[in-house]
């Protein structure tokens, strides 16, 4: 770039959701590239992000939320909406919105006249039971001027479904701060969550259908028959969406395990300090999405030195090659079951352990930053204007 540019990065909410975590490490790494960036996010809880980004920040305080989930996210539009009426959209170089949230209040201010444009990354594309959350959706991507995407796969989709051209940037990983360094931090954790010496499988996401959380119960059930001393533990799952019924179901299927059941941790969000030892706690990341934007917290276990068991669909296969990771069929609880099973045989182990590091390695947050710096000159020139 010819100079350092102003830029309005703009999230969902302050939670640890993959989407807000890629907006906080992209703009940190612009930040650390030279540019000024401000993370905006509406701020729930009145607690600021779940960590201290190396960027500015700014929070905005937003109105209680809606029972219903669609006013709801139509009711955080507004007020991100409310803030920038208020605030001023003057002296940014241009905007970039991560989700349908901001990506509404990015289409309203250029509506409005009060920003030129605007670039949108399209981390993954719901199916909404609910006509106008769709519609809210398709608004907030068809409204921006350039598009990103972290896969091709989501490229494609973009292409094919919408006729819009996106730039792949992938993502990336801090390998400072995820590593497979242990120390005395590591134990008390697992005291904290009242682990045994099992081994212990962890699932990140919280409960979800799209994180197959029902496949990672079933598959740890079959485990138990071969390994009784193994633990699951989920955590995350702070998520603006509605996940209620598929939760009561997770939560009736759980109740059947007996047994088992106690052997089953939901730890929630965790501490944001407390992530690189989780993973290093852990002996394999199950991850058997059934669709997925990129898959973020792949890279943080793989830079951890934890094996990978993951669906053989894309976007995983973009990324990963053939031996980097412990492929599964996400559709059945048996493959997933298969591949936790391997996870603890050590010559497997030590193979899947020494390709992530590499693979890790290769994903450097610089790169993925660097990568936008074309299309924000593009979004810049006057036939954008």
């Given at each position: 770039?010819?100079?350092?540019?102003?830029i309005?990065?703009?999230?969902?909410?302050?939670?640890?959701?993959?989407?807000?975590?890629?907006?906080m490490?992209?703009?940190?790494?612009?930040?650390?590239?030279?540019?000024?960036?401000?993370?905006?996010?509406?701020?729930?809880?009145?607690?600021?992000?779940?960590?201290?980004?190396?960027?500015?920040t700014?929070?905005?305080?937003?109105?209680?939320?809606?029972?219903?989930?669609?006013?709801?996210?139509?009711?955080?539009?507004?007020d991100?909406?409310?803030?920038?009426?208020?605030?001023?959209?003057?002296?940014?170089?241009?905007?970039?919105?991560?989700?349908?949230?901001?990506?509404?209040?990015?289409?309203?201010?250029?509506?409005?006249?009060?920003?030129?444009?605007?670039?949108?990354?399209?981390?993954?594309?719901?199916?909404?039971?609910?006509?106008?959350?769709?519609?809210?959706?398709?608004?907030?991507?068809d409204?921006?001027?350039?598009?990103?995407?972290?896969?091709?796969?989501?490229?494609?989709?973009?292409?094919?479904?919408?006729?819009?051209?996106?730039?792949?940037?992938?993502?990336?990983?801090?390998?400072?701060?995820?590593?497979?360094?242990?120390?005395?931090?590591?134990?008390?954790?697992?005291?904290?969550?009242?682990?045994?010496?099992?081994?212990?499988?962890?699932?990140?996401?919280?409960?979800?259908?799209?994180?197959?959380?029902?496949?990672?119960?079933?598959?740890?059930?079959?485990?138990?028959?071969?390994?009784?001393?193994?633990?699951?533990?989920i955590?995350?799952?702070?998520?603006?969406?509605?996940?209620?019924?598929?939760?009561?179901?997770?939560?009736?299927?759980?109740?059947?395990?007996?047994?088992?059941?106690?052997?089953?941790?939901?730890?929630?969000t965790?501490?944001?300090?407390?992530?690189?030892?989780?993973?290093?706690?852990?002996?394999?990341?199950?991850?058997?999405?059934?669709?997925?934007?990129?898959?973020?917290?792949?890279?943080?276990?793989?830079?951890s030195?934890?094996?990978?068991?993951?669906?053989?669909?894309a976007?995983?296969t973009?990324?990963?090659?053939?031996?980097?990771?412990?492929?599964?069929?996400?559709?059945?609880?048996?493959?997933?079951?298969?591949?936790?099973?391997l996870?603890?045989?050590g010559?497997?182990?030590?193979?899947?352990?020494?390709r992530?590091l590499?693979?890790?390695?290769?994903?450097?947050?610089?790169?993925?930053?660097?990568?936008?710096?074309?299309s924000?000159?593009r979004?810049?020139?006057?036939?954008?204007?």
């Open positions: 770039m010819s100079r350092p540019l102003r309005a990065m703009l999230t969902h909410s302050t939670n640890p959701r993959g989407g807000v975590v890629h907006a490490q992209l703009s940190e790494a612009l930040t650390a590239l030279g540019h000024e960036v401000i993370l905006h996010a509406p701020d729930a809880k009145g607690t600021g992000f779940f960590r201290n980004p190396a960027c500015r700014q929070c905005i305080p937003v109105q209680p939320a809606a029972a219903d989930m669609t006013e709801m996210v139509e009711q955080r539009i507004h991100y909406v409310a803030y920038f009426d208020k605030a001023g959209a003057d002296g940014f170089d241009l905007f970039h919105a991560h989700d349908g949230i901001s990506g509404n209040a990015l289409a309203t201010l250029k509506q409005k006249a009060l920003i030129p444009g605007f670039a949108r990354t399209v981390h993954h594309i719901e199916q909404f039971a609910d006509a106008r959350l769709m519609a809210l959706q398709d608004r907030s991507i409204a921006a001027d350039i598009f990103f995407t972290v896969s091709r796969m989501w490229q494609k989709v973009l292409q094919d479904d919408r006729g819009q051209t996106a730039s792949v940037v992938g993502n990336g990983v801090d390998t400072e701060r995820f590593s497979p360094a242990w120390n005395g931090e590591q134990a008390a954790l697992r005291d904290r969550l009242t682990l045994t010496n099992g081994p212990m499988f962890l699932s990140i996401g919280g409960i979800e259908a799209r994180k197959n959380t029902l496949g990672i119960l079933e598959a740890f059930r079959q485990i138990r028959a071969i390994r009784p001393d193994a633990q699951l533990v955590a995350g799952g702070a998520s603006l969406l509605d996940h209620h019924g598929y939760q009561q179901e997770f939560h009736e299927a759980l109740s059947s395990l007996r047994g088992h059941a106690a052997a089953v941790h939901i730890i929630g965790v501490a944001d300090a407390d992530m690189p030892n989780l993973y290093r706690l852990a002996d394999a990341l199950v991850f058997p999405s059934i669709t997925e934007g990129y898959g973020l917290v792949v890279l943080e276990a793989m830079a030195g934890v094996p990978v068991v993951v669906s053989s669909i976007p995983f973009e990324y990963l090659q053939p031996e980097d990771a412990i492929w599964c069929d996400p559709r059945h609880p048996a493959s997933i079951a298969e591949g936790m099973a996870s603890l045989i010559p497997v182990r030590d193979r899947i352990i020494a992530g590499d693979v890790a390695a290769r994903h450097a947050w610089p790169r993925t930053a660097a990568a936008h710096l074309a924000y000159q979004l810049m020139e006057p036939t954008h204007a």
